[in-house]
């Protein structure tokens, strides 16, 4: 693949020889370590990853079911001020995400003012009818959120999509951590790296937050999970043990009186927060999909009753939409009243007739997805697709434009990457967790940096073939 | 604790007790099998391993040859034999992984060990010395597993359920053994005897690791009656009826002490523990030792379903 020249995290500037500070402590680790001793290391790392089960399922590929995300050893580091700047952004971010929601479900104020267009909003596919005047505990309907950021150079950071429904991949956040630990303590005496392990305590803390009212001092969470042929059924149970919470099934679950009890070898048990890693639309068979094996019929009449929080709440697909994210900086204006501290990348709606002419011209050099796409299926990559690929995609673009939007192809940043040539450099992007409850919004100093492995490549998605970096916010 | 987690973990219990009988099985029959010709009787140890296993029946709709290569295979490495060793750890598997939260890091990693180790065997197996040393690895594999939840595991309902799996399943592979033995170990006076037989006796005896256990608690030469009688009601054998029966009423106190409730899996429990408290070999022999086994291992079916009704998996 060709390579775009990129901004280096270590080395800063594309082409650049130097070392930024930060990287300092990387550059002499990467200087005193031959490859031998890399790659044994990285043999150490798969090891681990093995043992304990750390797995994910790659649909539609039943040779894989069980295939490992491959880990790079080589962390990618964020200076403190880096890190501050992206937290202000963040919860920036997600707080007009919550009340971009609770509006549209409420007075539906921003639509109103004509800000986003209302069909786009309440027809949208993420848009749920069952939660119209509906207000979860707090009015927090994003509790978890998974930001996907891209660096561009030494100051801009784009977000590239926001992930309200069910993000995932805080289980390698926290594995990728614990492998480090073992495989370059050196390092962690060297550097102050800030802590993650913290997470499961803010996210217990987060879900005991929104219990209902009358949930008394010690709320029942449960984790709600469609069970182990799940692509991410190991991240369910793992951070269901981080949190000493019980791992559910919709079968488990039981509804009787409007409230939700589970099934335990002691009798019924009340349940009052559930973290449910379960779509929508699989949430309870009476409401929603009537085929649905993996809900709990009746769910949904607890919950409008008030008598179980859902986290996160039904319906926030919609603010996950990628149409919706092109007016993410009106938005965050119409809320919170300033400027948006993260940037949006430029976005062309297909479905406007000027922007999908636009598109449909300059297809070669643009990044398309579908708009309520995810795991980077479905994309066209413009600058990395052959002609008859470009000639294909350009039909299913005219038959739905109103499927997909378009943005320029990023530089993203890119990090040094152990390869079996040896150090490369590889673009990543990153994912941070936001944790909001009624206690306000917090966020682990860290995140998921995917990697795309193969040399050129900008997807980094799991699904495709990219591998994880441990990330570290250190203080100087 | 989730009545289905309690499922999974008296699942996982009773799936790695049976591929650790299945390994021991096949390990006493590939002794038998190699004594002189001279040694033999009408019985193939091959044929006779498939009944001790109860898949006799199994094996011939499969249609395999009933030599040592068809029938080793078939009772470890078959995927399409739902009772091989293969299948009992992907089954103890998958119970594991849905509750993995509830078994610690080192008991996980011994069940995925094992599971992994078997499936580079693939589907079939080279030669004899494959087999050996996929039996070696299965038994550590499921000492480790014991070693792990004995060292590490909370001693709490997770511990208890998987425990109790093992101990119903353990007295159902020790009754099936005998069942298929019982013409063997008839007393004095039937007309039995003869070298086969010793050597048969004492493979049962291999088969639950307990010939050495044996000579300590008789100081007697193999005497089939005796072997019947270590193996059903001496408590000392860990794999006795007696002893797995203990173990059972033990699991079940400790669960309904934490629960504060009785149900009839407990009544059937405690029963069979009496019955076999008051019971006499030769009583049992009186009555016919067939019928009392075949009663036994009914009544732990039974057990076991209503185990499985009182806590609701």
Redesign the interface.
């Known amino acids: 693949m060709p390579t775009v020249p990129a901004f280096d995290e270590m080395h800063g500037a594309p082409g650049s020889a130097a070392v930024r500070d930060v990287y300092a402590a990387i550059r002499d680790w990467l200087a005193e370590s031959p490859h031998d001793v890399m790659t044994a290391r990285r043999r150490q790392a798969e090891l681990f990853f093995?043992?304990?089960?750390i797995t994910f399922a790659v649909y539609g590929d039943p040779d894989a079911a069980e295939r490992l995300i491959p880990f790079d050893i080589v962390p990618r580091l964020l200076g403190h001020a880096e890190w501050a700047a992206l937290e202000a952004g963040l919860i920036q971010r997600v707080a007009a995400l919550n009340a971009f929601l609770a509006d549209i479900y409420g007075p539906r104020e921003i639509l109103r003012a004509g800000i986003v267009p209302e069909e786009l909003v309440l027809r949208n596919p993420g848009f749920n009818l069952a939660m119209i005047g509906k207000r979860p505990v707090g009015d927090v309907w994003v509790h978890i959120a998974g930001i996907d950021l891209v660096r561009t150079d030494a100051d801009d950071f784009y977000v590239l999509e926001d992930n309200a429904r069910t993000p995932s991949g805080v289980s390698y956040m926290l594995e990728n951590r614990e492998v480090m630990l073992k495989l370059v303590p050196e390092l962690f005496a060297r550097l102050r790296i800030r802590p993650v392990e913290t997470y499961p305590d803010l996210l217990l803390d987060t879900l005991h937050s929104v219990a209902p009212a009358g949930a008394g001092a010690k709320p029942t969470a449960v984790l709600l999970t469609p069970g182990?042929h799940n692509s991410a059924?190991?991240e369910h149970?793992?951070l269901?043990?981080k949190l000493g919470i019980?791992?559910?099934?919709g079968?488990?679950l039981f509804v009787r009186d409007a409230r939700v009890f589970?099934?335990?070898?002691?009798g019924p048990q009340r349940v009052d927060v559930i973290y449910r890693r379960l779509d929508d639309a699989f949430l309870d068979p009476l409401v929603f999909r009537p085929d649905s094996m993996l809900g709990v019929p009746g769910l949904m009449s607890a919950y409008d009753a008030g008598n179980v929080s859902l986290a996160n709440a039904v319906g926030t697909g919609v603010a996950d939409d990628k149409a919706i994210y092109s007016y993410m900086p009106d938005i965050i204006r119409f809320y919170t009243g300033s400027e948006p501290i993260l940037k949006n990348v430029p976005t062309w709606r297909c479905r406007e007739p000027d922007a999908l002419a636009y598109v449909l011209d300059h297809l070669p050099e643009l990044v398309v997805k579908e708009v309520d796409g995810s795991g980077g299926y479905g994309m066209l990559v413009g600058p990395h697709a052959a002609k008859p690929t470009i000639d294909a995609f350009a039909a299913k673009l005219r038959a739905h434009p109103e499927k997909f939007i378009a943005q320029p192809t990023l530089a993203l940043s890119t990090c040094p990457t152990l390869c079996d040539a040896g150090i490369a450099a590889r673009h990543v992007d990153l994912r941070p967790f936001v944790l909001t409850g009624t206690n306000g919004s917090r966020i682990v100093p860290g995140g998921l940096t995917r990697v795309a492995l193969e040399a050129g490549s900008l997807v980094v998605n799991s699904s495709q073939g990219g591998g994880t970096k441990d990330t570290w916010v250190v203080d100087e | 604790?989730?009545?289905?987690?309690?499922g999974n973990l008296y699942w996982v219990g009773r799936y790695i007790e049976r591929a650790d009988f299945l390994s021991r099985l096949i390990e006493a029959t590939l002794r038998l099998a190699a004594l002189p010709s001279s040694y033999g009787g009408m019985t193939n140890a091959w044929e006779s391993a498939l009944e001790a296993a109860w898949m006799s029946d199994g094996f011939v709709q499969a249609g395999g040859v009933a030599d040592e290569a068809g029938v080793a295979a078939f009772l470890t490495v078959d995927p399409a034999n739902p009772s091989s060793i293969r299948r009992c750890l992907e089954a103890a598997r998958?119970n594991a992984?849905?509750?993995?939260?509830a078994l610690t890091?080192e008991g996980?990693?011994a069940i995925?060990?094992a599971w992994?180790d078997v499936q580079r065997y693939g589907t079939g197996l080279d030669d004899r010395e494959a087999l050996v040393r996929l039996l070696d690895t299965v038994k550590a594999s499921m000492l480790a597993f014991d070693g792990a939840a004995h060292r590490t595991m909370l001693r709490g309902?997770a511990y208890w359920f998987i425990a109790l799996g093992s101990a119903v399943e353990r007295a159902d592979n020790t009754a099936r053994l005998l069942d298929v033995k019982y013409h063997l170990l008839l007393p004095r006076g039937e007309k039995v005897g003869g070298s086969l037989d010793y050597f048969q006796w004492t493979t049962i005896l291999r088969t639950v690791s307990a010939l050495t256990a044996y000579r300590w608690v008789y100081r007697d030469s193999v005497k089939p009656w005796l072997v019947a009688d270590l193996l059903i009601l001496n408590r000392q054998i860990p794999r006795s009826l007696a002893s797995c029966y203990e173990e059972i009423l033990r699991r079940l106190d400790q669960?309904s002490t934490?629960?504060a409730?009785r149900g009839p899996a407990h009544r059937l429990a405690a029963a069979g523990h009496a019955a076999l408290d008051a019971a006499k070999i030769d009583a049992i022999y009186s009555r016919g030792l067939h019928e009392f086994l075949r009663g036994f291992i009914a009544d732990n079916n039974r057990l076991g379903a209503a185990i499985a009704e009182q806590?609701?998996f």
């Open positions: 093995r043992r304990i089960g182990q059924f190991y149970s793992f269901a043990d019980e791992l559910v099934e079968s488990d589970m099934r335990t070898t002691e | 604790m989730l009545s289905r987690s309690a998958a992984r849905a509750v993995r939260t890091l996980w990693e995925n060990g992994l309902d669960l934490a629960s409730r806590y609701l």
